[in-house]
């Protein structure tokens, strides 16, 4: 049942208008087939439909990709194609200790703090002080807040060693901060390593082979969204070409001499 | 620290070749480079090499992915790269209440099983009972058992209504049950319907839409994989063409008369 | 050499911004960079630079995909990716006879009229008369209109059999009139149907396996764009998701009744 | 009609199987269904149907594709998606002069010839001498032989200026030969490199940019293939993922200074 506070998604009738909005005393959402006085929604089930005059719209429970969407951003996110193939790949479960650096927007903070349970945690370095900021307030509505510490620095000031499950690098230079991040991973911990370009990946590739790194693996992958007319079944005519390269890979404690 | 009865993954040192093996008394693993004594592991850290004549392995703690890989198989598996997508777009979290028909091998079962939590279920139909049984090892080994409750019986046969968070369907017919899938979804619910053939995607599409489910999307997932040599990186010579088309839509409580 | 009436390609100094232009007395073109006199081009080699007071530009001969580029066009043109495709999965060589419908905007009819040779012919129906209009400009300014023979009408008013190498079927609704276009090709003679969506490429395979069409084929062919910086080497972040699913097939005498 | 001398495509009726022969006196073609003596074919037309016992075949006309497949290779041949796509954007014409290196197997310049009409040339370069034997006879089964010159050399040997219309640069090592192949090419002339990995399309770009090349392109062709069953359609299961990168650019009298 929906009640007061509740954030839902309001999807119009046309199935192709989506709207974000709270349950709440004195909020009115305009919308192109006319007002919702968002109040009168407490109480309803979730799919419920609302006459808005001569059209209606659907009430539905924002999922998490909603959520993600409704952010405000900070940086680029993570798409969610790369999203979920990310966590299988980093293999985050119950109990575990993830870090990540840099925090950016916190979409994959709040993905990784659902994951790691209540007895896990996420570590999380920025140093761009004003991003940590609205993380904050983005994990606290999509994740778990509870289970994640922020350090509004470089992740090169972190001197833990050998204490994390898996690791997750995003940032401008990963290069510059790889060593660091690798030391923090545990033996057979994982790591993610989220590069745009060819050249990027060249390097880093290379320096992970460096740094006890083996099992590197690099994927991208593509998502095909399909108009979904039964009777005219395509493809859509435009896609993403590209986010971003994943590389991934496992640490050993050391690297045999053969 | 590797403890007697962990299964653990040896990777030999050429980086290709990827064993399975529990450490126990008496077991020994085979390997192209030599034998290893698998209860000598016992009291090492993960990460570490163990030598194997004049080459070596090192042993990792098994994945998810690892795991899914070196299941006993009753069915086509779902890929990774489908997977994890499917899971972030039913919205599977904490607490919730998962359908599926069928168990088939028991991957997704597994996938859900680590996603709802302690207070979640995970409720699957399967009338082979011959891959009942197999799905139920699976589930033990990868999963959380305690959460998931197997039916060996058709999904037709169960008679709940309005109970389901999310309803998995991936059956080689889904169209002679959707109907009784959809109404186990609660209104706001989401399911995903697994198809390999356009013929089955269009069938699918209109017959969800009579169905009281909106916000249909229709994705296709491709996962490139690259050779990771930093000197000659390129994609891999031969990729997945095709696994599956994959439904998504939301449970509404009554379409709209307009 | 550059020569009056020649058409040229103006590719500004940003490399990013192309124009279309004559080399014709009194013909100034307007470029963001400054004005420049066409005639004075007259003369200068092709690849040469001239200077557009502080910036300036290269003169570059059109190419036949630039000539496409500038066309006016009556209807969705066949894409760059599956233009190539199509003319070397359908064999078209010297000497050919080749049969088109719809004859469109006439980019196929050009491509296919340079690649008959001073032997071949191109026979192309349009039932709508404006289309050929254009069409005949176009195949005029791009291809070998001489061995073009264009017939403002529907494909069912052509009455010959077995005189076709190939057949380039593109309308909007190719079922209708694929039992004539076989009919028009030899035994041994290839087609090639162009369909928007699944449904229509299922019903067409069905129909011409019914009509004694073998070896069909279906292949879909997505061209991806980097963008050349080497420093920072990436695939575009938009690309073309869909044009067109292109069916081939050979023409038998007759069908077995195995 | 078919006739002694020609080269024919068998395809057995499961239409799966695809076999290449010669009609010719005493020649038998073995099949999994029985055999075919190949001189009863003289006088049928292509698309007859030929009786083998209790299943049969049909008898096509080779394509320039069915000969690609048929020949003996020295090299990697360049695959059809890829072919065609270079042509185009290569813009090969009639008169047109265009330059090779290296040779391989010849099916570059057996596509060459064919374009270039009876005025122009195709001028190939070949360091090894086993190779361009073999692509002698490639070319002259699939080509225009003579309209083709064959160097048994390196492309470095060569030294003319200014000649050719377009230059198709695919050889171990592009980069050692670029200089000279854009020295070979006209203003405005067209140059494309292939390039396996993304190391070699950084530096080969990057030297392109000094080296008066403009328009900078790249691209990448992925091709497709379905099952065409019309009642269970969907992709080939596997598919190829990479042949090659394509890089285009068109050559400058000199670049500007800015």
Chains 1, 2, 3, 4 share one sequence.
């Not at 993600?68 to 790949?89: C, E, G, H």
């Not at 690791?167 to 911990?189: H, N, Q, T, Y």
Request: negative net charge; contains cysteine; charged residues 25%.
């Amino acid at each position: 049942m929906i009640r007061a506070g509740d954030r839902v998604v309001i999807l119009l009738e046309d199935e192709e208008t989506r709207l974000f909005a709270e349950v709440r005393e004195g909020e009115v959402l305009t919308t192109h087939y006319g007002n919702l006085i968002m109040s009168s929604l407490a109480g309803m089930e979730y799919g419920s439909f609302v006459s808005l005059g001569f059209k209606g719209a659907y009430v539905l429970r924002p999922s998490f990709m909603d959520g993600i969407l409704s952010l405000k951003r900070s940086t680029q996110i993570v798409y969610p194609k790369d999203i979920a193939f990310i966590t299988l790949n980093l293999d985050v479960k119950d109990g575990d200790v993830v870090y990540e650096a840099g925090t950016g927007t916190g979409v994959m903070t709040s993905v990784f703090s659902r994951l790691v349970g209540s007895s896990g945690r996420v570590i999380t370095y920025e140093k761009r002080s004003d991003f940590v900021m609205r993380a904050r307030e983005n994990v606290a509505a999509l994740g778990k807040i509870e289970r994640v510490t922020f350090f509004p620095e470089d992740i090169e000031r972190c001197d833990e060693e050998n204490v994390a499950d898996s690791f997750f690098l995003d940032v401008p230079d990963p290069l510059a901060v790889m060593d660091r991040a690798v030391s923090i991973l545990k033996g057979g911990g994982r790591i993610c390593v989220l590069c745009p370009t060819t050249n990027q990946v060249q390097e880093s590739i290379r320096l992970l082979g460096e740094l006890n790194i083996v099992d590197i693996q690099m994927w991208e992958i593509m998502a095909r969204n399909y108009k979904t007319n039964p009777d005219r079944l395509r493809p859509e005519d435009r896609m993403v070409g590209h986010t971003a390269f994943l590389i991934f890979g496992v640490k050993i404690k050391r690297r045999s001499r053969s």
